[in-house]
């Protein structure tokens, strides 16, 4: 994953916001991936990069990957903004989405995922006019029983330190708090496939490629 710029980048946050996105929607494709915790996305986000080949980029997994990179400035932040089942500011973000983004572009990638993110309103705007403007949402509606059941199992696994019941909980709350809005709002703009992931991965994975044939097929197919 490539390292945020520089000590001076990292002095200058929070930016302002660009005049022209970083990539324009008619050079790359992006399709953001929002669904509560344990809803599928990676899951599914998997099929699509199997099937279409999609760069599939988790803003949580770049997240956790910055925060144990020997010399991270945000190591601690991030650890701590996790644990707590809060949003790491949205600064930090959007820097390792784009310098992710712009690694894989420059090795020939145009179709990207962009999983769990953005997870707030603000997000939502300033990656649009900031990163790119996104094609559609992919989003996982999945109820919280499902999902706390999926992450429990998870957890006696997984070791992450979000994966134990306050942490969930925790998460919940901010995703129907703050991440339902960001959905609500591309929704009345006609830019959403809402797909029920409490179904089996096969019967999930079908409604998505439905979905994507309806909004997507002819830029996949590319």
């Given at each position: 994953?490539?390292?945020?710029?520089?000590?001076?980048?990292?002095?200058?946050?929070?930016?302002?916001?660009?005049?022209?996105?970083?990539?324009?929607?008619?050079?790359?494709?992006?399709?953001?991936?929002?669904?509560?915790?344990?809803?599928?996305?990676?899951?599914?986000c998997a099929?699509?990069?199997?099937?279409?080949?999609?760069?599939?980029?988790?803003?949580?997994?770049?997240?956790?990957?910055?925060?144990?990179?020997?010399?991270?400035?945000?190591?601690?932040?991030?650890?701590?903004?996790?644990?707590?089942?809060?949003?790491?500011?949205?600064?930090?973000?959007?820097?390792?989405?784009?310098?992710?983004?712009?690694?894989?572009?420059?090795?020939?990638?145009?179709?990207?995922?962009?999983?769990?993110?953005?997870?707030k309103m603000?997000?939502?705007?300033?990656?649009?006019?900031?990163?790119?403007?996104?094609?559609?949402?992919?989003?996982?509606?999945?109820?919280?029983?499902?999902?706390?059941?999926?992450?429990?199992?998870?957890?006696?696994?997984?070791?992450?330190?979000?994966?134990?019941?306050?942490?969930?909980?925790?998460?919940?709350?901010?995703?129907?708090?703050?991440?339902?809005?960001?959905?609500?709002?591309?929704?009345?703009?006609?830019?959403?496939?809402?797909?029920?992931?409490?179904?089996?991965?096969?019967?999930?994975?079908?409604?998505?490629?439905?979905?994507?044939?309806?909004?997507?097929?002819?830029?996949?197919?590319?």
């Open positions: 994953m490539p390292a945020i710029e520089s000590p001076e980048d990292h002095a200058r946050l929070p930016q302002p916001p660009k005049d022209v996105p970083a990539f324009s929607p008619s050079a790359i494709s992006v399709v953001f991936v929002l669904g509560g915790p344990g809803a599928g996305k990676g899951t599914q099929n699509l990069v199997r099937d279409y080949g999609f760069q599939h980029l988790s803003a949580g997994d770049l997240l956790r990957a910055e925060q144990e990179r020997p010399g991270s400035e945000f190591g601690e932040l991030i650890k701590g903004y996790i644990k707590d089942g809060k949003i790491v500011p949205m600064e930090v973000t959007l820097v390792l989405l784009e310098n992710a983004m712009r690694d894989r572009i420059e090795k020939g990638s145009s179709k990207f995922l962009i999983d769990g993110f953005p997870r603000d997000q939502a705007l300033r990656f649009e006019s900031d990163v790119c403007p996104s094609h559609f949402t992919l989003f996982f509606d999945c109820p919280e029983d499902v999902m706390l059941q999926r992450l429990l199992n998870r957890g006696k696994t997984s070791g992450r330190a979000d994966d134990n019941l306050e942490s969930i909980r925790k998460r919940f709350r901010t995703f129907v708090e703050t991440s339902m809005p960001v959905v609500d709002y591309f929704e009345k703009e006609g830019r959403v496939v809402r797909i029920d992931a409490a179904k089996s991965p096969d019967e999930v994975y079908r409604a998505v490629k439905d979905g994507f044939k309806d909004r997507f097929q002819q830029r996949v197919g590319q």
